[in-house]
């Protein structure tokens, strides 16, 4: 919603060029564009700093979204630290099946923990290109952004006032729980939506991974995952109940469920360890057209959300940030439109294409475990051709590591 009237009670207004909500992997990377291009912002963040350094979620990124990042100089730590991969594992039918995806694209992903990339772009931001970042607000409101004259306003923390900045331009980089979404006006906006029915156990072991790539269990009891977030901590998933207790899930009955899931012949015991997260995330998507209202572009799992199946999301965060980060630039700098007019269109092409494949690897990974013996044998089909034509080997490749020339 927009609030019309903006009524500060701080003795003066603020004027920048743009202010950015969120303080995650996308408004933090237009954050640093922005500074780079000597171009003023405020980014205001609901957490503290310490919170969005150690808020653990995603690990893969994608080649092209590392080097969108190096690019802008954004990504030091990263090249240096980042484990790369190469293959990863379908496990089924009791046996490992490997797939070479770099052999066959010359591509491949990252894995670097999305606390230490976030670590990483907030020092950028405000210690290294001296960007005015502000944690712990409250109350975010968006005032006039339908006008030429948009604000944004908030209680500080400190002194519980609340502080207006105007601006030219607001980007709703606030995630899939944010206030910016609900600023757009609900007659020109679609929300397309699609729930799997599916709940995935998230969990994080302090337990070192128990192979060298990312594991794909397809399992009658459900699907399992297995990948590396650093040489001590491996993330796990295990399919269940949308909406089920995390309580439910005692530590023996997690590993129990993991080594049965996963299991391959000749394959080594899983390492356990303590569960350090525990968390039941039902798995949705959400994708909001356009992603533009007047002076308010939304980025990230703001504008579209694609569950965790494909490990697509902050990939997708990053892209939008790269595209709203230039485009400003362009605008405020050089006057150059192009790049905001086309930027909802230019973003939502790279999103349907990954919600698609979310869906179809949603098949693949749900269709054993469904209780339909129809849905299972072509689960078992689909799976059985990765392996055995090169053409769907590469049609796989390119989309599971995003590869594609266009959108
Ligand atoms: P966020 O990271 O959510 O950042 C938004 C920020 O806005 C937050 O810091 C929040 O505190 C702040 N905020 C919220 N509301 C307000 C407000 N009102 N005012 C001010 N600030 C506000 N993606 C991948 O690409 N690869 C993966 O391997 C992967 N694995 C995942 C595993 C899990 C378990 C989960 C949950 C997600 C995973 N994702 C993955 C998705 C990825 O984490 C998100 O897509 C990504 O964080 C989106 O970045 P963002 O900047 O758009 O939003």
Same mark, same amino acid.
């Given at each position: +919603?927009?609030?019309?009237?903006?009524?500060?009670?701080?003795?003066?207004?603020?004027?920048? @060029?743009?202010?950015?909500?969120?303080?995650?992997?996308?408004?933090?990377?237009?954050?640093?564009?922005?500074?780079?291009?000597?171009?003023?912002?405020?980014?205001?963040?609901?957490?503290?700093?310490?919170?969005?350094? =150690?808020?653990?979620?995603?690990?893969?990124?994608?080649?092209?979204?590392?080097?969108?990042?190096? =690019?802008? %100089?954004?990504?030091?730590?990263?090249?240096?630290?980042?484990?790369?991969?190469? +293959?990863?594992?379908?496990?089924? %039918?009791?046996?490992?099946?490997?797939?070479?995806?770099?052999?066959?694209?010359?591509?491949?992903?990252?894995?670097?923990?999305?606390?230490?990339?976030?670590?990483?772009?907030?020092?950028?931001?405000?210690?290294?290109?001296?960007?005015?970042?502000?944690?712990?607000?409250?109350?975010?409101?968006?005032?006039?952004?339908?006008?030429?004259?948009?604000?944004?306003?908030?209680?500080?923390?400190?002194?519980?006032?609340?502080?207006?900045?105007?601006?030219?331009?607001?980007?709703?980089?606030?995630?899939?729980?944010?206030?910016?979404?609900?600023?757009?006006?609900?007659?020109?906006?679609?929300?397309?939506?699609?729930?799997?029915?599916? %709940?995935?156990?998230?969990?994080?072991?302090?337990? @070192?991974?128990?192979?060298?790539?990312?594991?794909?269990?397809?399992? @009658?009891?459900?699907?399992?995952?297995?990948?590396?977030?650093?040489?001590?901590?491996?993330?796990?998933?295990? =399919?269940?109940? @949308?909406?089920?207790?995390?309580?439910?899930?005692?530590?023996?009955?997690?590993?129990?469920?993991?080594?049965?899931?996963?299991?391959?012949?000749?394959?080594?015991?899983?390492?356990? %360890?303590?569960?350090?997260?525990?968390?039941?995330?039902?798995?949705?998507?959400?994708?909001?057209?356009? +992603?533009?209202?007047?002076?308010?572009?939304?980025?990230?799992?703001?504008?579209?959300?694609?569950?965790?199946?494909?490990?697509?999301?902050?990939?997708?965060?990053?892209?939008?940030?790269?595209?709203?980060?230039?485009?400003?630039?362009?605008?405020?700098?050089?006057?150059?439109?192009?790049?905001?007019?086309?930027?909802?269109?230019?973003?939502?092409?790279?999103?349907?294409?990954? =919600?698609?494949?979310?869906?179809?690897?949603?098949?693949?990974?749900?269709?054993?475990?469904?209780?339909?013996?129809?849905?299972?044998?072509?689960?078992?089909?689909?799976?059985?051709?990765?392996?055995?034509?090169?053409?769907?080997?590469?049609?796989?490749?390119?989309?599971?590591?995003?590869?594609?020339?266009?959108?």
């Amino acid at each position: +919603m927009t609030h019309s009237s903006p009524h500060a009670n701080s003795p003066s207004p603020q004027r920048v @060029p743009v202010v950015v909500i969120g303080a995650g992997p996308a408004g933090l990377t237009v954050g640093n564009i922005l500074r780079a291009a000597s171009i003023d912002c405020v980014v205001l963040e609901a957490e503290s700093r310490k919170f969005i350094e =150690q808020r653990p979620r995603a690990g893969v990124i994608e080649e092209w979204a590392v080097r969108g990042l190096e =690019q802008r %100089g954004l990504a030091g730590n990263l090249l240096e630290r980042a484990q790369r991969h190469t +293959m990863c594992e379908f496990r089924f %039918g009791g046996r490992g099946h490997r797939f070479p995806y770099t052999e066959l694209t010359g591509h491949h992903h990252f894995v670097y923990p999305q606390p230490l990339l976030v670590t990483d772009l907030v020092r950028e931001y405000a210690d290294v290109r001296g960007g005015d970042i502000r944690f712990g607000v409250r109350d975010v409101r968006l005032h006039n952004t339908d006008t030429d004259r948009p604000s944004v306003s908030y209680l500080c923390p400190e002194t519980g006032r609340r502080q207006l900045i105007h601006c030219d331009f607001v980007a709703g980089c606030d995630g899939a729980r944010g206030v910016t979404r609900s600023a757009l006006p609900p007659e020109r906006t679609r929300i397309a939506r699609h729930d799997y029915g599916i %709940g995935w156990l998230a969990l994080l072991a302090e337990a @070192p991974p128990s192979s060298d790539c990312v594991l794909f269990g397809v399992h @009658p009891h459900g699907f399992a995952g297995h990948m590396a977030r650093s040489p001590e901590v491996t993330r796990y998933y295990l =399919q269940c109940p @949308p909406g089920d207790d995390p309580e439910n899930w005692s530590h023996e009955r997690v590993w129990t469920e993991l080594r049965q899931r996963l299991a391959a012949a000749d394959a080594p015991p899983l390492t356990e %360890g303590r569960l350090l997260e525990k968390r039941v995330l039902d798995m949705h998507d959400y994708v909001v057209e356009p +992603m533009v209202s007047g002076r308010l572009f939304l980025a990230g799992d703001a504008a579209h959300l694609t569950a965790p199946i494909a490990a697509k999301g902050m990939n997708l965060a990053l892209h939008d940030a790269f595209l709203l980060g230039d485009s400003l630039a362009a605008h405020l700098t050089k006057g150059d439109d192009s790049g905001l007019d086309g930027y909802s269109e230019a973003c939502l092409r790279r999103v349907w294409d990954y =919600q698609e494949f979310s869906q179809w690897l949603s098949d693949v990974y749900h269709g054993t475990a469904s209780g339909d013996p129809y849905r299972a044998g072509t689960t078992l089909a689909r799976l059985r051709r990765l392996f055995a034509s090169p053409a769907a080997a590469a049609a796989f490749a390119e989309q599971y590591l995003g590869t594609a020339a266009q959108f």
